[in-house]
């Protein structure tokens, strides 16, 4: 059993609890492994990997992902979102949406964030969560981050309804307590939905009660594991080139560009992932299914 499925995962549990629940469906053996950890309050996309589809979750980690979320004006969190204790409240006033606008405004394109402390990085050995209960939250620096788009409109008189569109590593909740302090009055994240992972998308999400009721439709659930790395160049192989992949060694192949490709063998599945050195393909990742 090889490949993804793309679970739409439902609040109060970790993407943990999810790999928990896949793996007994799936059944003794099968490797399982989640791309990109959902904050247990937040719902959508998690693409679940099975089997050697393990091996690409690395590559999912660098695509883009997709969010719509509420910002609530005027409280402030200890933890950025709802589940977290008020720290502060602000009423806030009747923003125009200039003034909205200007707050966001910054937020967009190549950022520098500050992770919430309540987060599952690590920091000098330990995650970041543990010790901000112990009340020894460090000082975090601001890190790089990508937000190709963040768009917004008004939900209600003190609520913001947001869509972003981000790279590896950006915080929604940090987008949010953001927009609270340029605006003056903090605010926190009081809803999240993850609408894609790269080519993970809730149009092809299932649920765990689904599979659950049925297990079998575990099987006719899962996406081809290619799906990872589904724009890079491919490379399909006659038989004596996937013999000579298969066994790790480099080949010619003069028809492709590029640095990295994905390498198929005469019967269509995914053979290898190949790299790009000097006039020659090398296998970075070899599949036997």
């Not at 791309?35 to 937040?42: E, I, K, R, W």
């Not at 788009?149 to 609520?159: F, S, Y």
């Not at 009055?185 to 809730?202: I, K, N, Q, S, W």
Request: aromatic share 6%; proline share 7%.
């Amino acid at each position: 059993m090889h490949g993804f499925v793309n679970i739409d995962k439902p609040a109060g549990i970790t993407a943990h609890d999810v790999v928990a629940r896949i793996r007994r469906l799936a059944g003794r053996g099968v490797r399982v492994g989640h791309a990109g950890t959902l904050d247990p309050a937040a719902t959508g996309v998690l693409p679940i990997a099975l089997g050697y589809a393990t091996r690409l979750i690395e590559y999912l980690a660098a695509t883009h992902k997709g969010y719509v979320g509420l910002v609530r004006l005027g409280i402030s969190t200890a933890t950025d979102d709802a589940t977290g204790a008020v720290i502060a409240t602000s009423p806030p006033p009747a923003f125009d949406d200039q003034t909205i606008e200007a707050a966001i405004a910054p937020l967009r394109g190549s950022i520098l964030q500050v992770p919430p402390i309540y987060s599952a990085l690590h920091y000098q050995g330990r995650r970041l969560y543990e010790l901000a209960r112990a009340g020894q939250a460090p000082e975090l620096a601001p890190r790089p981050v990508t937000v190709y788009r963040l768009d917004w409109e008004w939900a209600g008189r003190d609520t913001l309804r947001i869509s972003v569109e981000c790279g590896k590593g950006t915080y929604i909740r940090s987008l949010a307590r953001d927009i609270g302090v340029a605006l003056g009055c903090g605010a926190h994240l009081a809803d999240l939905r993850r609408t894609f992972v790269g080519p993970f998308t809730l149009a092809t999400a299932c649920t765990l009660d689904s599979l659950a009721a049925e297990p079998a439709r575990l099987v006719t659930a899962l996406l081809p594991p290619e799906l990872a790395v589904a724009d890079w160049p491919v490379a399909n192989l006659d038989a004596e080139t996937a013999r000579r992949v298969a066994h790790g060694m480099p080949v010619h192949l003069p028809e492709l560009s590029g640095e990295r490709a994905r390498a198929h063998g005469p019967d269509g599945a995914l053979l290898a992932l190949l790299r790009h050195e000097a006039e020659s393909w090398r296998p970075e990742k070899v599949f036997h299914g």
